[in-house]
């Protein structure tokens, strides 16, 4: 079966650097992308990975491996306002959206 | 702006009633998508559409109807038959479905309690 994996919660403080991880087993690959999910809100696009390495976009990096079906999203200089869901989600060879259940990033003062 | 609109954010329905989401976009997107999303588990999909009066069935389909009439539009009608309909419900659409750097743009959600 098809699998996206990510921790279910992190903790970390504000000004500092997290790295959430996303592992997956899917039925071919055609990209892995993460969207930023406030409570009660719609997720919002955060990056678009398809080939290996990283991609950094402000704050936010992503990386991929595709060997070891591994990706991770770096926040740097957290502020409050990151505070939400981070979800993974991977491309399969039928171009269907496989999605993990997210984490939830807690930043504390 | 460009973006989905859908309504109503908050639903309340007794138990044998069938009940209809909206959803509206402006952003000219060619794909829509219906997905289910519960506490502790990844955004399920329920129905998709890649062209006006087409749409495709997703991984939950079951006790759910949808029409695509319009490119504008894909509402959601959750029927009776759905056994366990109480969940956040996300409505997206893209430029297009089929390819690898398909981006979605998410509604608001439309959150749906049955009493």
């Known amino acids: 079966g098809q699998n996206i994996d990510q921790p279910t919660e992190m903790t970390a403080t504000e000004g500092a650097i997290v790295q959430i991880n996303c592992t997956y087993q899917?039925?071919?690959?055609?990209?892995l992308f993460w969207y930023q999910q406030h409570a009660g809100e719609a997720p919002t696009f955060l990056s678009y990975?398809?080939l290996d390495g990283l991609e950094e976009k402000g704050r936010f990096s992503s990386f991929l491996s595709r060997s070891k079906g591994y990706s991770y999203l770096l926040l740097k200089e957290l502020q409050m306002k990151d505070s939400a869901s981070y979800l993974c989600?991977?491309?399969?060879?039928?171009?269907?959206?496989?999605w993990g259940a997210g984490t939830k990033l807690i930043i504390k003062p | 702006d460009g973006g989905i609109t859908q309504s109503p954010k908050y639903l309340f329905r007794k138990e044998g009633q069938n009940v209809t989401l909206s959803c509206e976009q402006n952003l000219n997107h060619d794909a829509m998508y219906w997905y289910r999303q519960d506490p502790g588990q990844g955004l399920r999909l329920i129905y998709y559409?890649?062209?006006?009066?087409?749409?495709q069935k997703g991984d939950i389909a079951e006790g759910y109807s949808v029409s695509r009439e319009k490119k504008e539009s894909f509402p959601l009608t959750v029927t009776s038959a759905q056994k366990n309909p109480t969940a956040f419900y996300l409505c997206?659409?893209?430029?297009?479905?089929?390819?690898?750097?398909?981006?979605?743009?998410f509604g608001a959600g439309s959150r749906l309690t049955v009493l």
């Open positions: 997206a659409s893209s430029i297009s479905g089929g390819s690898g750097a398909n981006v979605l743009t």
């Open positions: 899917t039925s071919g690959f055609n990209g």
């Open positions: 990975n398809v």
């Open positions: 989600a991977v491309m399969d060879s039928n171009y269907q959206l496989i």
């Open positions: 559409s890649q062209i006006v009066n087409d749409f």
